[in-house]
């Protein structure tokens, strides 16, 4: 279902992607606060680029992550040759893509002045591989979340913005506002990045279009209402109708309007974890001190499930909109609906559970052989 709201911005990405068809290179940048339709922006110039027939890397920032460098860059290399199997996963990771994870495993950690020559060939090389990987066809390469990426990652995505014009490559960058007054982030966003979008929030009449979407139709008051406690922020938006749905509100009803300045956003992303099962709630908080994307196996032993239980978690989760996923517990990732039901899940954690839960993660990653910098976050 298309974004409310959001022409202006998918024609930019539609642009972008047709300049880069041409042999232009550009970069977007998508800015702005959480639940603010960046992550759907993101989504959707994916599926324009996979019409159209483009190659497409895709990474995304965590939080757990963040000390663990290159590990966005890693993500590009990895997740494009997942789509491959067997032979053709072989020969997928040959030629460029072998050559770009020798190339980090041989790169320079830390941020010490004296590594900046080091620093500097490894930007090159992966420059280099980004102009073979887009020689056979236009590529498009998209990271979210980049406010939670990697400094070295960051890095090279500022590096890139700064040689692509006559590359056949386009780059989607989504983040919040940088919080801090320097660091790679600023850069990227300070730099040349090219054109910057900023998602307004969504008005009167699009979250009554939403209401219509999940075939109500809400009273002009209930918009208004939704509409400021919301900010107009499309995530907060559809979680009021969800809370307004649990407590049997309903949106055509006057007195549904007095109601909703109770639900602030706090109380509304807290509200989809209110009345979850023990095992629910114990798998939320796993994969939240996990990272916002993490593998579903792990999670259940984290959280102590047998695979039944397991797969019960998944789906009472999934159906309350906290978690995206299946059941299989060979699948490669859990996450959530969005960083901010994440934050929730962790602001609602007693320290001392959460700091149990913490411990207990560094140690089942360390037996998984997770990288060392991963255990460390």
Not at 65 to 75: H, S
Not at 143 to 168: E, N
Request: charged share 20%; proline share 6%; with cysteine.
């Amino acid at each position: 279902m298309e974004p409310l709201e959001r022409e202006d911005e998918q024609l930019a990405l539609a642009r972008l992607l047709e300049q880069a068809w041409n042999g232009r290179g550009g970069a977007v940048l998508i800015e702005g606060p959480a639940g603010n339709g960046k992550s759907r922006l993101v989504e959707h110039v994916r599926a324009l680029a996979k019409q159209r027939g483009f190659g497409r890397l895709y990474g995304i920032g965590d939080e757990a992550e963040q000390a663990m460098p290159w590990g966005v860059v890693r993500q590009l290399v990895d997740r494009y040759a997942m789509r491959y199997a067997g032979a053709a996963r072989a020969l997928a990771l040959s030629g460029p893509a072998e050559r770009a994870l020798a190339t980090l495993d041989a790169a320079p950690e830390g941020s010490d002045p004296r590594d900046a020559a080091a620093l500097a060939r490894t930007l090159h090389a992966l420059w280099w591989l980004t102009v073979d990987l887009a020689a056979a066809r236009p590529m498009l390469i998209a990271v979210d979340d980049a406010q939670w990426s990697d400094a070295s990652s960051l890095r090279f995505l500022t590096y890139l913005t700064r040689r692509m014009a006559d590359l056949p490559v386009a780059l989607v960058v989504a983040t919040r506002p940088p919080t801090g007054p320097g660091g790679p982030l600023v850069e990227l966003t300070a730099g040349r990045i090219g054109v910057r979008l900023m998602p307004r929030p969504l008005t009167g009449a699009a979250i009554g279009e939403l209401a219509v979407r999940r075939g109500e139709s809400a009273r002009p008051e209930v918009v208004a209402a939704v509409e400021q406690a919301s900010g107009g922020n499309p995530l907060l938006a559809g979680q009021l109708f969800d809370e307004l749905a649990t407590r049997s509100l309903r949106l055509d009803s006057a007195g549904t309007a007095q109601a909703i300045p109770r639900l602030g956003p706090p109380s509304v992303s807290r509200s989809l974890l209110a009345g979850l099962s023990g095992s629910a709630s114990a798998l939320a908080a796993a994969a939240a001190v996990l990272g916002g994307h993490c593998d579903m196996g792990w999670a259940a032993e984290l959280a102590a499930l047998e695979p039944v239980a397991c797969t019960a978690a998944v789906d009472e989760l999934v159906a309350g909109h906290v978690l995206t996923g299946s059941t299989d517990l060979a699948a490669a990732e859990l996450g959530f609906v969005h960083p901010v039901v994440r934050e929730s899940v962790l602001a609602g954690l007693p320290p001392g559970t959460r700091a149990e839960l913490h411990a207990r993660a560094a140690a089942l990653l360390h037996r998984r052989g997770a990288a060392a910098a991963l255990v460390a976050a």
